[in-house]
């Protein structure tokens, strides 16, 4: 095998990954082969050097309590998310009151501006002279015909007379 | 190895358990990618607390440590991502730039602006080897790869390497 070859298997070789064959083959060329011998000592010392860094770098972490933090942190999560629930909680209890109230004023402000003009026609030609209003939350209706000029006269709180002035 | 119902049932001591068997992997993977430890750690810790938040969900059959390593890279990537614009490496330029010959960096430089060339991926991988001393079968089941492809990319990791130093920094290999 050339030298090439076994300098491509160096750093499997070093780090123990190589499989058993090729393992034996590179391990028998370093033996007899000076340059291939350098070689594997530059990558032993690329290696050292990583295994240094990462274990400075690494171990950095052991000295933070990472659990802990982010037990931490999460709980705080946590009770924030319950603080906003009641929070929510009482904004929608109190929005639905206040929903109610807007709604039975206006209900009580629309049927106060409910139309106030009740409008008789003709009923099947003939014209109505008398009227029954509807019941009606309006207190004082105006009544009128649509189709001829008249004039109206209650006669009961629910029934009007009307007479016609062609 | 913690159980994982347990964990999916909130209970902190097999968490705190779980971290402590976890952390060093997670730390290397997280400095292998990011290449500075003060992200690294930032970035480890925001992987285990949404591991944490998202614990409901583990798959009891499934392998935790490479869920577990795949919401970290995801939480790197966004880091990278935010950090495009800011040099954040730990006094690392950008690959590949012309060295002054007569600057002579330590050994420990040397090497993490090596490490730089290489791709996020090789970057893991030669993290897991050299700090926890995985083999290639373990970092494959990390990863989702097979044992023989995480060869293949941590030989042609080290081949880069090992060319980089050997142009830009003749002395390291003398
Ligand atoms: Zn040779």
Sequence with gaps: MKCKEIQEFLPLFQKGLLDPELTKLTSDHLTSCELCREALTLEKRVSDRLDTLFREKAEGASSVDIAEMVLKR?????FSINHERKRLKLVYRFGAAAATVVLVLWLSFLFR?????????????????????PESPVRTPKVRDVQRKSTVTRLKENVVWISYTN | MVDTERLKQGNEETFREFV??????????????????????DAVQEAYLRF??????????GYIQAYLVQILRNVC???????????????????GKKENPSSRLGE????????????EKERMIVAMIHYENLDSTEVGMILGLSASTVRSHYQSARTRMKNYIIRYFPEFAR
């Design chain 2, 52 to 61: 944490w938040r998202s614990r409901e969900r583990l798959d009891s059959n």
């Design chain 2, 108 to 119: 420990k430089e040397v090497i993490s602006r090596a490490m730089a060339i290489l791709k």
């Design chain 1, 74 to 78: 999460s709980h705080g999560e946590q």
């Design chain 2, 77 to 95: 990537f966004t880091m990278l991502k935010k950090r495009a614009n800011t040099l954040g490496m730990d006094e690392i330029p950008e690959p």
């Design chain 2, 20 to 41: 402590s068997e976890t952390e060093r992997l997670l730390m290397s993977v997280s400095f292998g990618i990011l290449l500075n430890s003060e992200d690294a750690r």
């Design chain 1, 113 to 133: 501006q409910v139309n106030p003009v009740i409008e008789i026609g003709m009923i099947q030609e003939a014209p109505v002279r008398t009227a029954f209003l």
